[in-house]
Each structure stands twice: as structure tokens, then as C-alpha cells.
């Protein structure tokens, strides 16, 4: 199975700051993998698709690059409604497989 | 507008057995490969599985851990996706969401969810 490890686990930041989430896979996934957002008590969203894509809808202050082993999700400027889960997910190959997430709060 | 709606969610006992329906709506269901996924409260997100479509012949693929013990199908004729979940250990306790061929780049789509509680 591919391994997901997103780095950091936690981050605090304040409105304004530019966050980079780092997504490492311990195979090649070529660009086979999503970025998701999650709210409490609600499913989880893509922002990302095709490692570097954006999805419909979603704002250009959001974005993805990397590709094989090493991804990341940068919010170039966070505004207060960003505060929330990020997970990525590899859909290369089977299991498909999710990192463990980070959690971005409020400073 | 694409929907996704689980149902059937609620407390069982371990080695009980639940089904979860998810109605589609909006979209042509025949056509998409559809996954569960699950959420253990306070954790992460969990693949749990997937069912191809009739094209590729609703061939399945499973997580290791549910393996053997859930059994996801189809019926294009109801827009509906099923997942049967038979011998529940405590740890498969999580809400439990469909969501439309995840990776896809035609856009994912997810249901609101449903918890499954296995508790004595």
C-alpha cells in the first residue's frame, strides 16, 4: 500500500499569512492525488485535483504542485473562512490512501 | 445539481450486521465508478471501497481492513449504491460517506454522511 505523510500535523496562522502544506507519498503516484478541505460536521471538498488543478469554483488564492513523491497545497493569503482540515489523497493505485490530515487554525 | 444521500446509519452490536443505501440524483449514475469512505469520529478520512460500473463490469476494490466483511454493489436501475457491513468490530464505528469516483476530474461529489455506531 502507498503511504500518505502530510506535514505539518497542526499549524496556526493568522488572515493574511501565505501556509504551505506538504504532502509526501512513499511510491510514485505521477500526479494522482487531491487535496481536500474539511469542515467539522461536514464531508470534505476537493480544492485540487490532478495535483496542480483547480476545481470549479474554488479561489485562486488555493494551490497545488508537485509530482511522483512530493506535493504541496499553498493558500497564497488565508482568509478566516480556510480554517480547516487539509488532507490529500493518492488515487493511483489500490487501497487508495489518504494522509493522517493537518489541522490550520486561528493564531 | 449532483445529490448523494446516505441513509442507515445507527447503533449495532459487534458482529452485526448494517446496509447503507446512498441515493443519487443529477447526474447519469450508470455511468460513474462510485466509493465509500469513512470517518472515525475525531480521526481521519479512510477509503473503504469501490464499485466499477457496468462497463467495466461492477468489478469491486477494498480497503485490507474491511476486506471480507463489507460488500459493496449497485442498482443503476435506483441510482442507488449499497454498502453491506457484516461481522462490525467496535473500530469500524465512523460516519460513513459515498462519494462519486473520487480522483475523477469531471469533479468528486460526496454525501452528508452517516454514523455507524458498533457498540454493545
Known amino acids: 500500500d502507498i503511504q500518505m505523510t502530510q506535514s505539518p500535523s497542526s499549524l496556526s496562522a493568522s488572515v493574511g499569512d501565505r501556509v504551505t502544506i506538504a504532502c509526501r507519498a512513499s511510491q510514485g503516484v505521477r500526479n494522482d492525488l487531491g487535496w481536500y478541505q474539511q469542515k467539522p460536521g461536514k464531508a470534505p471538498k476537493r480544492l485540487i485535483y490532478a495535483a496542480s488543478s483547480l476545481e470549479s469554483g474554488v479561489p485562486s488564492r488555493f494551490s497545488g504542485s508537485g509530482s511522483g513523491t512530493e506535493f504541496t497545497l499553498t493558500i497564497s493569503s488565508l482568509q478566516p473562512e480556510d480554517f480547516a482540515t487539509y488532507y490529500c489523497l493518492q488515487h493511483y493505485s489500490y487501497p487508495f490512501t489518504f494522509a493522517q490530515g493537518t489541522r490550520l487554525d486561528i493564531k | 445539481e449532483v445529490q448523494l444521500v446516505e441513509s442507515g446509519g445507527g447503533l449495532v452490536q459487534p458482529g452485526g450486521s448494517l446496509r447503507l443505501p446512498c441515493a443519487a440524483s443529477?447526474?447519469?449514475?450508470?455511468?460513474?465508478?462510485m466509493d465509500w469512505v469513512r470517518q472515525a469520529p475525531g480521526k481521519g478520512l479512510e477509503w473503504v471501497g469501490r464499485?466499477?460500473?457496468?462497463?467495466?463490469?461492477?468489478?469491486?476494490e477494498y480497503a485490507a481492513s474491511v476486506k471480507g466483511r463489507f460488500t459493496i454493489s449497485r442498482d443503476d436501475s435506483k441510482n442507488s449504491l449499497y454498502l453491506q457491513m457484516n461481522s462490525l468490530k467496535t473500530e469500524d464505528t465512523a460516519v460513513y460517506y459515498c462519494?462519486?469516483?473520487?480522483?475523477?476530474?469531471?469533479?468528486?461529489?460526496w454525501g452528508q454522511g452517516t454514523l455507524v455506531t458498533v457498540s454493545p
Open positions: 443529477g447526474f447519469t449514475f450508470s455511468d460513474y465508478y
Open positions: 462519494a462519486r469516483d473520487l480522483g475523477t476530474r469531471g469533479g468528486d461529489y
Open positions: 464499485i466499477r460500473n457496468k462497463a467495466n463490469t461492477y468489478t469491486t
